[in-house]
């Protein structure tokens, strides 16, 4: 099993002797850390994971400088990996199991009822933001939240700052105002605290505008950040800068793997935003002392988005099989990418299998508080401390197992949990206990079933996901229509 970090009592509170005491020299400074996530960007959307349409230098070059990860997961939707990438805490321990506008407005028309999920991250939940902060860091959220409502807001889980971040999952528009209705119903969307704008203004380049400006505030301030740069980018709606647009429609083939310019423009503004916020850090003594980590929140969304003008796949995450949604791997298998000053060794590549959730107990090992009534520092996390493997990726580090669990319906996949330990998985689909079996190391495209030639790893990781369901309280779904019970199914007989 995976070696849960239990975060000790051993508190050495540095950061706050530091910061009271004005030393600011980058060596002994506690870290400055920037996460930057993009929204749906799937395994092979940047050129340094594989694709041949869309130009990320800027990424290709941060990569160059720092550790891929080639076996990185995520949940297969948005609010479940955000909840865990917060929390180090799995998203169905959290009850936590889709997106917060599907757990508010589930299906009732399929075989089965999905699973009851949480729409809001609890407050007692502990964040990075919350450690963050009781260390003495600044704490800014700059963009999408999507974990929970006005009572669930960034401000209520340990961020000083919260600009963008709300209890959607995609703004109406990347223009500003970034305000209106109609493409997700009648109600109306809006970003919050992007007011001050002009037409022409587009979303990505705004969230960075914001997330500089908090760089800019820390650094007058001598005080440590951390700094959560959440872009909606290139989730949908697809909308990108016209030049770009047509730049990549020059390039389109149908022997590309990859087939969207609209899309592929939207990526091109991501890349330019991570290479403004490395040049920023780049200006300063603060940026020596700045861990900067780039991921995806799920994999990639294969659906089209016709309002683009194009009636096409957004994006294909081949050689995976399926994305966003699906339990495949390309539903899971994102883009993770950590530049460490002191740690990291450039150029550098990890195969591991490693999780969002094990950012959390790597970040912030050590800072639990146990003075502070609002800390729990023995809390169950399902991450594990990646600081080895971070210094040195040839390592064998206790990995697995890794698990996932969907118990909801989307256009790729029906309920369904699954495991990975090793090379092998399991998916287990919840309407009729069906299951796969794959060896990722000699099939990553998950098209050859393994079940009868490998029984004995079928038997063993089905086994291992049913007692990790019970073991970690994951909603399942139910019939439907509920099977009734014989008490009720005698309270309705005719009298
Ligand atoms: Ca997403």
């Given at each position: 099993m995976r070696f849960a970090s239990r975060l000790g009592l051993t508190v050495i509170n540095c950061v706050l002797v530091l910061v009271?005491?004005?030393?600011?020299?980058?060596?002994?400074?506690?870290?400055?850390?920037?996460?930057?996530?993009?929204?749906?960007?799937?395994?092979?959307?940047?050129?340094?994971?594989?694709?041949?349409?869309?130009?990320?230098?800027?990424?290709?070059?941060?990569?160059?400088?720092?550790?891929?990860?080639?076996?990185?997961?995520?949940?297969?939707?948005?609010?479940?990996?955000?909840?865990?990438?917060?929390?180090?805490?799995?998203?169905?321990?959290?009850g936590i199991t889709t997106w917060s506008e599907g757990a508010l407005n589930p299906e009732t028309d399929r075989p089965l009822l999905p699973a009851v999920s949480r729409p809001n991250l609890p407050r007692s939940e502990i964040t990075l933001a919350e450690r963050f902060r009781t260390a003495g860091y600044l704490?800014?959220?700059?963009?999408?939240?999507?974990l929970g409502d006005a009572s669930h807001f960034p401000e209520t889980q340990g961020?000083?700052?919260n600009v963008g971040g709300n209890h959607w999952g995609a703004p109406m528009t990347f223009w500003w105002p970034y305000r209106g209705s109609g493409r997700f119903g009648p109600e109306y969307r809006y970003v919050p605290a992007l007011d001050l704008g002009e037409p022409g203004e587009y979303l990505t380049d705004r969230l960075t505008d914001e997330a500089i400006r908090v760089i800019d505030h820390a650094e007058t301030e001598e005080r440590p950040f951390f700094l959560y740069l959440v872009h909606y980018a290139p989730h949908t709606p697809i909308e990108a800068k016209r030049a770009d647009v047509d730049y990549f429609a020059l390039r389109m083939s149908p022997f590309r793997r990859h087939q969207h310019p609209v899309y592929a423009a939207m990526i091109r503004s991501l890349d330019e935003s991570v290479g403004r916020v490395l040049d920023r850090l780049r200006e300063s003594e603060m940026g020596r002392?700045?861990?900067?980590?780039?991921?995806?929140?799920?994999?990639?969304?294969?659906?089209?988005?016709?309002?683009?003008?194009?009636?096409?796949?957004?994006?294909?995450?081949?050689?995976?099989?399926?994305?966003?949604?699906?339990?495949?791997?390309?539903?899971?298998?994102?883009?993770?990418?950590?530049?460490?000053?002191?740690?990291?060794?450039?150029?550098?590549?990890c195969d591991t299998p490693v999780s969002l959730?094990?950012?959390?107990?790597?970040?912030?090992d050590g800072m639990a508080d146990p003075t502070d009534p609002n800390d729990d520092p023995y809390v169950t996390l399902d991450g594990i401390d990646l600081k080895p493997l971070i210094e040195d990726p040839t390592i064998t580090l206790d990995s697995g197992p890794l698990y996932f669990h969907f118990p909801h319906y989307y256009p790729t996949t029906t309920p369904a949990s699954?495991?990975?330990?090793?090379?092998?998985?399991?998916?287990?689909?919840?309407?009729?206990?069906?299951?796969?079996?794959?060896n990722l190391a000699?099939?990553?495209?998950?098209?050859?079933?393994?079940?009868?030639?490998?029984?004995?790893?079928?038997?063993?990781?089905?086994?291992?996901l049913a007692a990790w369901r019970v073991k970690v309280g994951a909603a399942m779904p139910t019939p439907n229509p509920p099977t009734p019970s014989p008490r009720s199914a005698a309270a309705s007989q005719p009298r």
């Amino acid at each position: 099993m995976r070696f849960a970090s239990r975060l000790g009592l051993t508190v050495i509170n540095c950061v706050l002797v530091l910061v009271s005491g004005s030393a600011r020299a980058a060596e002994s400074s506690p870290p400055n850390v920037v996460l930057i996530l993009a929204d749906d960007l799937g395994w092979t959307d940047l050129a340094c994971y594989g694709s041949d349409l869309h130009e990320t230098p800027r990424l290709d070059e941060f990569a160059q400088g720092g550790l891929r990860f080639t076996q990185a997961y995520a949940m297969s939707v948005c609010t479940p990996s955000r909840a865990m990438l917060m929390t180090g805490r799995h998203a169905a321990r959290l009850g936590i199991t889709t997106w917060s506008e599907g757990a508010l407005n589930p299906e009732t028309d399929r075989p089965l009822l999905p699973a009851v999920s949480r729409p809001n991250l609890p407050r007692s939940e502990i964040t990075l933001a919350e450690r963050f902060r009781t260390a003495g860091y600044l704490t800014a959220a700059i963009g999408k939240w999507h974990l929970g409502d006005a009572s669930h807001f960034p401000e209520t889980q340990g961020f000083d700052i919260n600009v963008g971040g709300n209890h959607w999952g995609a703004p109406m528009t990347f223009w500003w105002p970034y305000r209106g209705s109609g493409r997700f119903g009648p109600e109306y969307r809006y970003v919050p605290a992007l007011d001050l704008g002009e037409p022409g203004e587009y979303l990505t380049d705004r969230l960075t505008d914001e997330a500089i400006r908090v760089i800019d505030h820390a650094e007058t301030e001598e005080r440590p950040f951390f700094l959560y740069l959440v872009h909606y980018a290139p989730h949908t709606p697809i909308e990108a800068k016209r030049a770009d647009v047509d730049y990549f429609a020059l390039r389109m083939s149908p022997f590309r793997r990859h087939q969207h310019p609209v899309y592929a423009a939207m990526i091109r503004s991501l890349d330019e935003s991570v290479g403004r916020v490395l040049d920023r850090l780049r200006e300063s003594e603060m940026g020596r002392n700045t861990i900067v980590i780039f991921a995806s929140d799920n994999g990639g969304y294969i659906g089209s988005d016709p309002k683009s003008g194009w009636d096409l796949p957004v994006t294909s995450n081949a050689p995976l099989r399926s994305g966003k949604g699906s339990l495949y791997e390309g539903g899971i298998r994102v883009p993770l990418i950590i530049r460490w000053p002191g740690k990291t060794r450039s150029g550098s590549v990890c195969d591991t299998p490693v999780s969002l959730a094990d950012l959390f107990p790597t970040l912030t090992d050590g800072m639990a508080d146990p003075t502070d009534p609002n800390d729990d520092p023995y809390v169950t996390l399902d991450g594990i401390d990646l600081k080895p493997l971070i210094e040195d990726p040839t390592i064998t580090l206790d990995s697995g197992p890794l698990y996932f669990h969907f118990p909801h319906y989307y256009p790729t996949t029906t309920p369904a949990s699954a495991i990975r330990e090793g090379d092998w998985k399991l998916i287990e689909y919840l309407e009729d206990g069906r299951s796969e079996l794959y060896n990722l190391a000699t099939d990553p495209g998950e098209r050859q079933d393994r079940t009868t030639s490998a029984p004995q790893q079928w038997a063993d990781l089905r086994q291992k996901l049913a007692a990790w369901r019970v073991k970690v309280g994951a909603a399942m779904p139910t019939p439907n229509p509920p099977t009734p019970s014989p008490r009720s199914a005698a309270a309705s007989q005719p009298r």
